[in-house]
């Protein structure tokens, strides 16, 4: 299946989608932007990979910032923070440049490694946007750390990618639907920015209607 250019949904939007679909409704369905400090930090450290005139050339690495990708596969397009390109003979020509290359995508995040993939996640959806772009096989990219100041090196398994693959399905489904998902109370959602909106801990232990009802139906003939 492939997407046309009005199907495209923002590739940023895997990563919420994947921590927390419930904020991804409020943020893509609904159009709704909360700031906290949390996400005031994260857009601070973005903003120096966000220079698009810088290119930077050491050894065999040219390094350039804020790379527009796009992949009709996943229906997905956006911007890499950081594209390193590796010379290597199994790579692509660059425009202007000797020899080929492979493009390394680096992520930067604000925090410190996660035990999840939710991070990585879309990392790879960047390298399968630039494998499709520019039709060479990507095996690693980079999560860099604001808080560790470490840099991470991460497989694109295929495990993974087709994990990238249905979670970039399921998004365009419930946006085509216009489907904002229940919460789910959890760890970190007291950091959320829409934690006053969505109140996690307590709509979601709200029973339905339904368990109300059978709930009294069950006591009136207790009662009898």
Not at 34 to 39: A, I, R, Y
Not at 179 to 189: D, I, M, V
Request: net charge neutral; proline share 4%.
């Amino acid at each position: 299946m492939t997407y046309s250019q009005d199907e495209l949904l923002m590739l940023s939007n895997i990563q919420h989608f994947s921590f927390c679909k419930r904020q991804w409704s409020f943020i893509v369905v609904e159009n709704q932007w909360v700031d906290n400090k949390l996400t005031v930090e994260g857009t601070n450290i973005h903003k120096k990979a966000d220079d698009e005139t810088f290119i930077e050339t050491r050894n065999d690495v040219i390094t350039s910032r804020s790379i527009p990708v796009v992949s009709y596969e996943l229906g997905l397009s956006g911007k890499c923070d950081v594209v390193e390109f590796h010379k290597d003979e199994s790579g692509v020509n660059l425009p202007g440049k000797k020899g080929k290359y492979i493009p390394i995508p680096v992520e930067y995040k604000r925090g410190s490694k996660k035990a999840d993939d939710i991070d990585i996640i879309q990392l790879c959806a960047q390298s399968l946007c630039l494998e499709e772009m520019l039709g060479v096989k990507i095996p690693i990219g980079y999560m860099f750390y604001h808080k560790t100041r470490r840099r991470e090196e991460v497989l694109f398994t295929e495990a993974l990618k087709d994990k990238v693959r249905s979670l970039s399905l399921e998004m365009h489904e419930a946006f085509r639907t216009g489907k904002t998902f229940p919460p789910e109370f959890k760890k970190g959602c007291h950091n959320c920015s829409f934690y006053d909106i969505c109140l996690p801990d307590s709509i979601s232990k709200r029973k339905p209607v339904r368990d109300y009802i059978n709930e009294n139906l069950n006591a009136i003939n207790e009662a009898k």
